[in-house]
């Protein structure tokens, strides 16, 4: 396998202040970078103060977006190579998932995945394969990759929330369905929302809906 790059991103947290007792990783969408999901993190450390928030730039310049980046060639139709590639993109980001949750003193059950688009399509690669199952992966207006390998690759399997416009132009609302059946199928917890007239992005209900899973996975006990 190639050398594994080493990913950085912008970070922010924890709102209170002190050392984090959780984290959070955004995992950006094709063609932008870490600086866009890091602009959600105020709104979920309203209910997690005690949050750090990460969210890495993808190892790959994006040929479509000339200042953006990619976590593999989303456009590549071929099956086997496309595998390749998510593969290793999926490995970038485990390692630096490992380094920062070392870093900070977090454990798996306190690791949290949110992912957009591209970023939900790794988020649910690689949370699936991981050693220990994560407190849970959050993601909006995505896909999932590689699902007929989940049966033979699980290892753990953390909650999952799914949130998706019915009016997204780039990935139909048929990628939620097919989704949130496959990931049932194989004994994952999994709820799906659908929000009417959204197209391919994120709205303030959908933050609400993220807001309320992560708090109830990562708030600390009163």
Same mark, same amino acid.
């Given at each position: 396998? &190639?050398?594994?790059?080493?990913?950085?991103?912008?970070?922010?947290?924890?709102?209170?202040?002190?050392?984090?007792?959780?984290?959070?990783?955004?995992?950006?969408?094709?063609? /932008?970078?870490?600086?866009? +999901?890091?602009?959600? &993190?105020?709104?979920? /450390? !309203?209910?997690?103060?005690?949050?750090?928030?990460?969210?890495?730039?993808?190892?790959?310049?994006?040929?479509?977006?000339? =200042?953006?980046? !990619?976590?593999?060639?989303?456009?590549?139709?071929?099956?086997?190579?496309?595998?390749?590639?998510?593969?290793?993109?999926? /490995?970038? +980001?485990?390692?630096?998932?490992?380094?920062?949750?070392?870093?900070?003193?977090? /454990? %798996?059950?306190?690791?949290?995945?949110?992912?957009? #688009?591209?970023?939900?399509?790794?988020?649910? =690669?690689?949370?699936?394969?991981?050693?220990?199952?994560?407190?849970?992966? +959050?993601?909006?207006?995505? $896909?999932?990759?590689?699902?007929?390998?989940?049966?033979?690759?699980?290892?753990?399997?953390?909650?999952?929330?799914?949130?998706?416009?019915?009016?997204?132009?780039?990935?139909? *609302?048929?990628?939620? !369905?097919?989704?949130?059946?496959?990931?049932?199928?194989?004994? =994952?917890?999994?709820?799906?929302?659908? $929000?009417?007239?959204?197209?391919?992005? @994120?709205? %303030?209900?959908?933050?609400? @809906?993220?807001? $309320?899973? *992560?708090? #109830?996975?990562?708030?600390?006990? #009163?």
């Amino acid at each position: 396998m &190639a050398e594994l790059i080493e990913l950085a991103g912008p970070e922010a947290g924890p709102a209170s202040g002190g050392a984090p007792d959780a984290l959070v990783v955004l995992v950006h969408g094709y063609g /932008a970078d870490g600086n866009d +999901l890091i602009g959600l &993190a105020p709104h979920f /450390a !309203q209910a997690l103060p005690g949050a750090a928030f990460v969210s890495p730039h993808a190892p790959y310049p994006c040929e479509m977006a000339p =200042f953006g980046r !990619q976590w593999f060639n989303v456009w590549n139709e071929d099956p086997v190579s496309r595998l390749e590639e998510i593969r290793h993109a999926a /490995a970038i +980001l485990d390692a630096f998932i490992d380094e920062r949750c070392a870093a900070l003193g977090i /454990a %798996d059950d306190r690791l949290a995945l949110l992912g957009f #688009s591209q970023g939900t399509m790794m988020s649910l =690669f690689v949370a699936p394969r991981r050693a220990a199952p994560c407190a849970g992966v +959050l993601g909006y207006s995505g $896909r999932l990759e590689g699902a007929d390998l989940l049966a033979a690759e699980t290892v753990s399997r953390p909650p999952v929330v799914l949130v998706h416009g019915d009016s997204d132009e780039l990935l139909p *609302l048929h990628r939620l !369905q097919h989704a949130h059946a496959a990931l049932e199928e194989n004994g =994952f917890e999994v709820a799906a929302h659908v $929000r009417p007239g959204l197209g391919h992005g @994120i709205d %303030d209900a959908g933050i609400e @809906i993220g807001r $309320r899973f *992560l708090a #109830s996975r990562l708030a600390p006990a #009163s």
